[in-house]
């Protein structure tokens, strides 16, 4: 019973839609086993071997707009995918300048630390500090310390 009703929506399916064909330069339109001509039925009028060129011009037709439909298919699958993996670059793309931007800004920081605490270093080496610019240049050494170990944590 179920194979029945599947073979007769399968067939009702095939049935519905009318296929239009061209043989001989002259066009038929195939539907519900009947063969229209100009819109009118000229089933009984043609001959055997042209009712099955018709036919198999209808068939030919059918399996072709199937294969279009695999193909338009297989195209949307195959952009979709390239977007897919568009994305993962450009997302890939990001991270890596991030990071790089993360290794600039570290080496930045450590730089103008290493430089603050040599030139501190030096000057107190030669008095010239007065307690007041000290403590401005360890407040400031401080600052590019906690900047470097900043940057280090982003890295």
Not at 67 to 76: F, I, M, Q, T
């Amino acid at each position: 019973m179920r194979f029945l009703m599947i073979l007769l929506f399968g067939g009702l399916g095939f049935t519905i839609c009318a296929q239009e064909v061209s043989v001989d330069g002259i066009n038929y339109e195939v539907k519900d086993e009947r063969i229209l001509k100009n819109g009118i039925d000229a089933t009984d009028d043609l001959s055997v071997e042209l009712k099955e060129k018709i036919n198999h011009a209808a068939i030919v037709k059918r399996g072709q707009i199937k294969e279009a439909e695999k193909v338009e298919k297989r195209l949307k699958m195959a952009e979709k995918s390239q977007k897919s993996a568009e994305k993962k670059q450009k997302k890939a793309e990001k991270a890596l300048k991030k990071k790089k931007k993360a290794q600039s800004d570290f080496q930045k920081s450590t730089k103008k630390y290493g430089s603050a605490q040599k030139n501190y270093d030096k000057l107190k080496k030669k008095g010239k500090l007065s307690p007041e610019d000290e403590e401005k240049w360890l407040e400031k050494i401080d600052k590019f310390k906690a900047q470097s170990e900043k940057a280090k944590k982003k890295l």
